[in-house]
Nanobody, 124 residues
């Protein structure tokens, strides 16, 4: 299994920016960011995914505001979050799949390895 460690979360006002990082202990295939909001019963939502070659895909709710990228030489995944909204408040997780992104999609059950999460709080 691959160990994943996220960093970069914090508190920011609406309209601001944050950059999340996730360092993996080994090379990975498809990687993604998920988030889980603070409400009771909220499910883990796929935010963005990126293949090893750099092909990215986004959830409709973040498209045009968030950018996912990776540095394969450093085994590091990034999420640049701009124009943040209050509804972006959540615990953000990075995840690694053993499948390609075409197979893994943004389905949490298809990702084997998970980080511990980093909190993002956006205030109005």
């Amino acid at each position: 299994q691959v160990r994943l460690v996220e960093s970069g979360g914090g508190s920011v006002q609406a309209g601001g920016s944050l950059r999340l990082s996730c360092v993996a202990s080994d090379a990975t295939s498809c990687m993604a960011w998920f988030r889980q909001g603070p409400g009771a019963g909220e499910e883990r939502e796929g935010v963005a995914r990126i293949s090893r070659s750099g092909t990215a895909d986004y959830a409709a709710s973040v498209k045009g505001r968030f950018t996912i990228s990776r540095d394969t030489a450093k085994n590091t995944l990034y999420l640049q979050m701009d124009s943040l909204k209050v509804e972006d408040t959540a615990l953000y997780y990075c995840a690694a799949a053993i499948y390609s992104c075409d197979v893994a999609s943004l389905s949490p059950s298809r990702y084997r390895d998970w980080g511990q999460g980093t909190q993002v709080t956006v205030s109005s």
